[in-house]
């Protein structure tokens, strides 16, 4: 049976691409895995596989002395180092520069034989590198450019965009080996769809996952809200949300404004989305990342049966625009929304049902039989 490691250093909970990976890796498990990780530091559930084993180490936090924080990244490292020479896999899959020191320690001084796969859930300019708390990730990112590309046989980005900007940074790269892998929820989710009628009154919008003043329009559509005296409630599910975040919207004290900082499990999201007929994605786009992001959110809102309301400097969502169909999926300039027509983007008469059917039983199948092969 052939042994295969996967890495990813960062929290899984924080990443729900990668569990839908665990769960469909090990229903159709032809492999011995095992999964090396760190844990959550803010209360989530702890994602547990009952085929796949995941080994986890503490994560460094930003209020934590530096010598702590040194000492977790360095346990990480010698932890997994040494669980990789001891397991002796045949493939290594890693997911973002943060999880490569390891894989390059091992492969370049230890065993050279192992097949490498790389994802990236973002982009990352090469100015993100440079940073405040990017030092490390910059050397790891220099450890994959100058060795670890030239070793993998696949490296995947999450849309066509972002592997265009991927090359143009990393000209070395082969492009035979880059792929488009995006992130889409479970098609058990299409069972819960919701076809409220958005004439109803008070009408439902909801925000999920992380949510700032700094770079979202959170502070404007809040404002929006508070116009409509009373005929749209907003709901935000966001369990990372900084503190002058939470305090503007506490200080709004707006009934038809709530926040729910203990954000939502991710099995738990489609019976919670059920409830609402407007999902909202609210990112400036002030990096190329997001302006060529499709997010989660996206399919996920699409996936439940809610039209989604985005911003016009989205464009990696714009390819999914639409309003001659439902769920709409309609750009909205957040700086003017007291031009924006309501009416005309709820408007649902003679549009027919056809729901977007993005799932990641469509996509994970080409990445499992790279691992396989």
Known sequence: M?????????????????????????????????????????????????????VRY??????ENIIFRLWKYLLFNIGVLFRLIIFKPE?????????????????????????????????????????RGMRLVKRYHQYERKFLYGKASWISQTNEKRVELFLKDCPEVDTKVVKVMPNYPPKSWQMIVNMQPTKTKPLKCVYLGSVALKDSYIKEFCEWIINQRGQINFDIYSYNIPEDTVEFLLTLKEES????????????????LSKY?????????????????????????????????????????SPYERNDALPKVISVDFTKM????????VERNGLPWNLCKFCYEDVLPELQKALLS
């Open 58 to 63: 503490p994560f460094p936090i930003s209020q």
């Open 91 to 131: 493939k290594i899959l890693y997911f973002e520069p943060h999880s490569a020191g390891v894989v390059y320690w091992y492969r370049k001084f230890f065993n050279a034989k192992p097949a490498l796969l790389i994802h990236y859930h973002e982009y990352y300019e090469p100015t993100q590198f440079e940073r």
């Open 2 to 54: 052939k042994k295969i490691a996967i890495i990813h250093w960062l929290p899984l909970e924080y990443y729900p691409p990668v569990t839908n990976l665990l769960d469909y890796l090990s229903k159709n498990s032809k492999a011995r895995y095992v999964v090396f990780s760190s844990d959550n530091p803010k209360g989530r559930k702890s994602y547990c596989n009952d085929v796949i084993p995941i």
């Open 257 to 272: 404004i709530q926040l729910f900082d203990s954000g939502v499990p991710y099995q738990e999201i489609p019976d919670v």
């Open 338 to 345: 007291n031009k924006f027509d309501i009416d005309k983007a």
């Open 277 to 317: 007929q407007i999902g909202l994605i609210l990112h400036k786009g002030d990096t190329l990342n997001y302006v060529y992001n499709a997010p989660n959110k996206l399919f996920e809102y699409l996936a439940c049966g809610l039209d989604v309301w985005f911003p016009k400097t989205m464009e990696g969502i």
